[in-house]
């Protein structure tokens, strides 16, 4: 059985000890390689292309989040947790923004920890707790703010099903497909489908009249 490539990144050496310790004592995961800021992560990734990264968001120099954004875009594998101590909203929805799969604080269990890298590994999303409650939060102020069924703004004669209002806002948050998906519970085809069916009826042709067009709504 093939193990799960890892690289830990986290300015605090005590942190990555502890970190790899604990990966390396399970039987199906391996760490690659460690980083101590953003810059050091992005060099690693280089030669290293693990399957999963541990990053932590506030380091000198390169932070976690803009690591990620660089990391990700010719690293399309490799899957991002972000391990932190924060979780104010910002942080949240910049590390969705950025593409991670996952976001755990710092002071959570080994056994959650470990079963969010065998998840994202796997092609899950895994936030918890804490995380969880602002997701949630933070989508129920934006369906609260406006709804479009009825009230497009510049196109008063266009509806949309209350499916596809919810997919217009995730999409509009840079949410993927997969993840939208995941969350109803429903196939990606579903979600392109709903999404196809959005950019007809409104006679768009891109994820940025998408975008424009959930700001216009007063969604975003």
Request: no cysteine.
């Amino acid at each position: 059985m093939s193990k799960i490539q890892l690289l830990i990144v986290d300015d605090h050496e005590i942190i990555r000890n502890g970190v790899k310790q604990l990966i390396n004592n399970e039987p199906d995961m391996h760490v690659l390689g460690e980083a101590g800021n953003g810059a050091e992560a992005i060099q690693q990734m280089e030669t290293l292309k693990p399957d999963v990264i541990i990053m932590d968001i506030r380091m000198p120099g390169i932070n976690g989040l803009d690591a990620a954004k660089a990391i990700l875009k010719p690293h399309t594998k490799s899957k991002i947790i972000f391990f932190s101590l924060y979780d104010q909203e910002d942080y949240v929805a910049s590390a969705l923004e950025m593409g991670a799969h996952g976001y755990i604080l710092k002071d959570t269990s080994n056994k959650i920890f470990l079963n969010a890298i065998r998840a994202v590994y796997n092609g899950q999303y895994y936030f918890i707790g804490e995380v969880k409650d602002v997701l949630v939060k933070k989508y129920n102020e934006l369906k609260n703010n406006a709804s479009l069924v009825g009230n497009t703004g510049s196109s008063p004669n266009v509806s949309l099903s209350q499916r596809e209002e919810d997919v217009l806002r995730l999409i509009s948050l840079g949410i993927s497909n997969k993840a939208i998906a995941e969350t109803y519970g429903i196939s990606i085809r579903t979600i392109e489908t709903h999404r196809l069916n959005i950019m007809r009826k409104f006679k768009i042709n891109s994820i940025e009249d998408i975008i424009d067009l959930a700001k216009k709504a007063s969604i975003i």
